[in-house]
């Protein structure tokens, strides 16, 4: 069985290399979850932005491979 990373930090790094991103979708609220996913990051390679998205929920943070939505 495989290992469970522990934190979210290590599951998005024990992937292949690949160009990986995180995307809070149609923020209406103050920042706090950006913020906090800038942080927590901040020394890696995953970029954090905001997007807006017609048709998309919001406040929602989403994992893109390059442009594609692999994870929400």
Not at 22 to 39: D, F, G, S, Y
Not at 57 to 70: I, R, Y
Request: aromatic content about 2%; proline content about 7%.
């Amino acid at each position: 069985m495989p290992t469970v990373p522990n934190s979210l930090a290590a599951f998005i790094e024990r992937g292949e290399t690949r160009d990986l991103s995180l995307a809070v979708v149609n923020r209406t609220r103050p920042r706090p979850i950006q913020h906090m996913l800038e942080e927590t990051f901040d020394e890696r390679t995953v970029g954090v932005e905001e997007l807006d998205l017609p048709d998309a929920a919001e406040n929602v943070v989403v994992l893109l491979d390059d442009d594609d939505v692999v994870a929400s």
